[in-house]
């Protein structure tokens, strides 16, 4: 599973970031956030949200190392 959270502005220059999360096998869009800000609890609730749908992987892959998702674990 891949995520990474790309960083957009709307026509007012406001930022908007989207949590985007990708099965990497199938390419599958498993879910996408959009918000002002994306905290890491907000993060793990949609993981913990998506394990009761699928399988949990092995791994998770984040894109271009994005130190942005660095938190304690619960």
Excluded: Q
């Amino acid at each position: 599973m891949g995520h990474g959270l790309p960083v957009r502005a709307t026509a007012d220059g406001r930022r908007l970031k989207f949590l985007n999360v990708i099965a990497e096998h199938s390419r599958l869009c498993l879910a996408i956030r959009v918000g002002r800000r994306c905290k890491a609890k907000n993060v793990v609730v949609v993981l913990y949200a998506l394990t009761s749908l699928h399988p949990a992987p092995a791994f998770i892959l984040s894109d271009k190392g994005c130190l942005e998702f660095i938190a304690p674990a619960p």
